[in-house]
């Protein structure tokens, strides 16, 4: 009986010495780090980003990309991207990573058929072309009034 007992208290401190208080957290930061959020905020917004090279709409809804090389040199994708630069300087070009291979993909085409044409113009120079359909950035519009 008084095993029970013993027992009995002794769970009853092992209980309360684990239990949980209430306390306070005090957090210790750097006043600039609030500057430098905001900086960056600022940065991000005036400057043209890989992402967004020219035009300050960001991403306009979802449209077709042309896929002109992937694999999984990062030098190689880079190489692919100034050739296609020097063909067709006039179309955006995108490299993206995603685990293990690099990814060209090129132009912002709205429609399908136009992001055919561009395959069909492409097919002597780049042998593996695909259709993607993905966000694109808004793609620049020509002035009517001009």
Do not use: W
């Amino acid at each position: 009986m008084m095993k029970i007992y013993l027992s009995i208290i002794f769970l009853l401190c092992i209980q309360s010495s684990f239990a949980q208080t209430k306390g306070e957290v005090t957090v210790v930061k750097d006043p600039l780090i609030d500057s430098l959020i905001a900086k960056r905020i600022e940065l991000n917004r005036a400057k043209p980003t890989t992402t967004n090279p020219t035009s300050k709409a960001i991403v306009s809804d979802m449209g077709y990309r042309v896929q002109v090389f992937y694999g999984s040199d990062r030098r190689e994708a880079f190489n692919e991207q100034s050739k296609f630069k020097a063909l067709f300087p006039q179309h955006r070009t995108y490299i993206t990573y995603k685990e293990p291979n690099y990814y060209l993909r090129v132009g912002d085409f709205r429609t399908r058929m136009d992001a055919q044409r561009l395959l069909n113009e492409l097919r002597p120079n780049f042998p593996t072309l695909f259709i993607f359909r993905e966000k694109i950035n808004a793609p620049e519009l020509d002035d009517v009034n001009k």
